[in-house]
């Protein structure tokens, strides 16, 4: 393919919530542009975009797919993102380099909770949106009222530049607001279509409705608006001139209609974004930090080149495949450029232009092109790769925080270095995944956006690194505290031949306000006790506390008062103190009211409004507290505090009762004392458990 200026090239984000219809949108635009000759299927796992076996056996988009074809004389870069936010960390690279985005909505559902996640970060990263109204030809479908909800959510400014003639089984039929004309498509899905002027009551509506279009056009800018005023209207050549400015300051926000799956709608829409579609040029300029963190700008017809990193990605065909966006200069096979980030030299392999899994090598690529490099060695998503003597860092994307997590079960013993190893790459490719191994519960725990992400996450584990585990409920870091004053004096005592260990201690414990920790203080006078064991005494009780004495969880919120004693001029030493403390404690723990404590999480869940019932009765079975409930748009905001014990699994059946429309976040909120029937049943897990680990 040849190297376009970047005034011809359109590079943009198909973004939306899950099922909305971008993959095959996508397919749609590759079909209309020749890259294939016929339509995949996302049943059959024949689509460019969903390649990966993971989206093949689920039938979703898991991995953002970079797509490139040709359009009346311009490059359209087609980022495909996955719908489910649990792989949002793909749609927000695809927009952090995009110069627009192309936000699909289905017809029959309107907006989803994903539609206002992806629209919010667009209007963060600043680019331009256009929206598809897609599934025109489904059952009961109101286009009119999608069209409301849609103005009533982010403004008048949403305009209609098209509107199905026939919506619903069969739809083929489209108006044409700025040509105004009547647009027939074949059935075929081969995305032609034929012209005719509009008559009867369809002329008269595409009449007024260009002329309201006129209207916004010229309200979008202060010499067209004296210029309408002046002459009643706009020229036609006024008019299409004002449309690209207008589609960048979104005074305008184009939207169309679209059957993706029969590829109906999508030349007109293909044709819009050629025409008036963001292109590099019109952020000529972004914004980055030099070698002294100073902010810089780096301009477009700079000679230094300036790339950045937006997706990596290991492939076993290829190895490591580092996404990448040119930002100045050029970039060529064999050069060597300079990682601002990590402060490695880098030389570029072989660059690919992508359509999926199809690669087409080049060996040089312009500013504000989008392509792939492979094989290099430390360059991670998030980098900035530059020109060594001019060394900058482009702005990098703050992922949301991953907040569901299991625990990592390893099968086989020995791959303890090969899951290390694989979980590693993982993080490196997707910094929305996190991993760390829990000391306190002795597991490996991963963390991540959802459970479908999860599940990938091991499924690929699996598959590249050739290791056996299972995802599981991961231990809950219950807390051990007392309610009551507790007091002991033990006596440590042992004798074998020579000199033996002897140690009394004597103790007195209370409890102290929660999150407060534990106190550890000595009230001794008199000489029963050398104060040289006190530090002796204080290791035996933080070791108890570490241990627990009723499930084996952590000791917290507790004094304790170490106020008498005896030793023995021979026989006491460090280790009969620590003993001695160390039962001291457990004695008066037991003595002053145990009970556990339960980490509590503050979630806050997001749903249409027809799933409040059957969404707030599943919060009252997980022993859920209401905190509030706010009105956004269309949709009901849940504040509430649950148990962590009973979150496990939430997104999927959050998923399930809300027909994947829901979707929730949580934070760790406050430690609460646990109802006694289910601490009961903690402490006798925990009993189990150390049976069974004692057999062994």
């Avoid at 992922?399 to 303890?416: D, M």
């Avoid at 290390?420 to 790459?425: E, K, T």
């Avoid at 064991?533 to 627990?548: D, H, I, L, R, Y």
């Amino acid at each position: 393919m040849k190297n376009y200026a970047p005034a011809d090239i359109r590079n943009f984000a198909v973004v939306g919530h899950a099922s909305s219809g971008k993959t095959m949108l996508c397919e749609s635009m590759l079909m209309c542009g020749g890259v294939i000759s016929r339509m995949g299927r996302i049943a059959d796992g024949s689509t460019v975009s969903d390649y990966h076996i993971s989206e093949k056996n689920r039938q979703i988009s898991v991995s953002a797919s970079l797509l490139h074809t040709e359009w009346m004389g311009k490059k359209l870069n087609i980022i495909d993102t996955p719908g489910y936010l649990d792989f949002i960390s793909e749609g927000l690279g695809a927009l952090r380099v995009g110069d627009f985005a192309l936000v699909v909505i289905h017809a029959q559902h309107g907006i989803g909770v994903g539609t206002d996640r992806v629209w919010d970060y667009a209007t963060r990263y600043g680019i331009p949106k256009m929206i598809v109204v897609n599934g025109v030809d489904k059952e009961n479908v109101d286009f009119d009222a999608v069209v409301r909800q849609v103005q009533e959510r982010f403004g008048r400014r949403v305009f209609p530049l098209n509107i199905p003639m026939n919506p619903g089984p069969g739809f083929n039929r489209v108006l044409d607001v700025l040509r105004n004309e009547m647009v027939t498509y074949a059935t075929d899905s081969s995305g032609k279509y034929k012209e005719e002027p509009a008559t009867g009551e369809w002329e008269a509506k595409v009449k007024e409705l260009h002329r309201q279009l006129i209207e916004h056009i010229a309200e979008s800018d202060d010499e067209l608006m004296n210029k309408f005023f002046e002459q009643g209207s706009l020229s036609e050549e006024e008019f299409r001139a004002g449309i690209h400015a207008a589609v960048q300051k979104e005074s305008l926000i184009p939207l169309f209609c679209t059957s993706a799956e029969n590829n109906i709608g999508v030349a007109r829409l293909m044709d819009f974004i050629a025409k008036y579609g963001s292109s590099p040029v019109d952020r000529k300029k972004v914004k980055a930090l030099n070698a002294n963190d100073a902010e810089v700008e780096v301009g477009l017809d700079a000679p230094e080149p300036v790339l950045y990193i937006f997706k990596t990605m290991s492939e076993a065909h290829f190895g490591e495949l580092s996404f990448f966006r040119i930002y100045s200069g050029s970039v060529s096979t064999g050069m060597d450029l300079y990682n601002s980030d990590r402060k490695v030299n880098e030389r570029i392999g072989q660059i690919y232009l992508l359509n999926g899994q199809n690669r087409e090598a080049v060996n040089t690529l312009g500013a504000g092109d989008i392509a792939a490099a492979v094989k290099l060695k430390d360059t991670h998503t998030g980098n900035t790769l530059c020109h060594a003597k001019k060394a900058v860092m482009l702005s990098k994307v703050v992922y949301p925080k991953p907040n569901i997590h299991a625990s990592l079960v390893a099968k086989v013993k020995g791959e303890e270095d090969k899951i290390a190893s694989g979980l590693a790459a993982l993080h490196e490719e997707d910094p929305t995944f996190l991993y760390f191994v829990d000391s306190e519960l002795h597991q490996t725990v991963i963390s991540a956006q959802g459970e479908l992400h999860l599940e990938v996450v091991a499924d690929r584990l699996r598959r590249q690194y050739n290791v056996h585990v299972e995802l599981g409920e991961p231990r809950v870091r219950y807390r051990e505290t007392i309610k009551a004053k507790g007091d002991s004096k033990y006596r440590h005592k042992k004798q074998t031949g020579g000199s033996g260990q002897f140690a009394e201690v004597w103790m007195r414990i209370e409890p102290k306000p929660r999150d407060t920790g534990l106190e550890f203080t000595n009230s001794l006078v008199g000489q029963n006790v050398d104060r040289v064991f006190v530090p002796s005494v204080e290791k035996g009780v933080n070791q108890a506390c570490t241990e627990g004495i009723l499930a084996g969880c952590r000791v917290v919120d507790v004094k304790v008062d170490f106020y008498d004693g005896k030793m023995h001029p021979v026989d006491s030493k460090d280790i009969a103190f620590q003993i001695a403390g160390y039962f001291a404690f457990k004695e008066a723990f037991t003595a002053a009211r145990p009970c556990l404590l339960e980490p509590i999480n503050n979630i806050e869940i997001h749903i249409p409004d027809d799933c409040m019932g059957k969404v707030m009765g599943d919060l009252s079975s997980r022993r859920g507290r209401i905190q509030g409930i706010e009105t956004d748009g269309g949709f009901q905001v849940i504040k509430a505090q649950v148990p962590v014990k009973d979150l496990y699994h939430y997104s999927s059946n959050l998923r399930s009762l809300t027909g994947g429309r829901g979707v929730h976040t949580e934070e760790f909120s406050h430690y609460e004392e646990m109802p006694r029937d289910a601490a009961e049943k903690v402490v006798e897990e925990a009993k189990k458990r150390k049976a069974a680990a004692e057999s062994h």
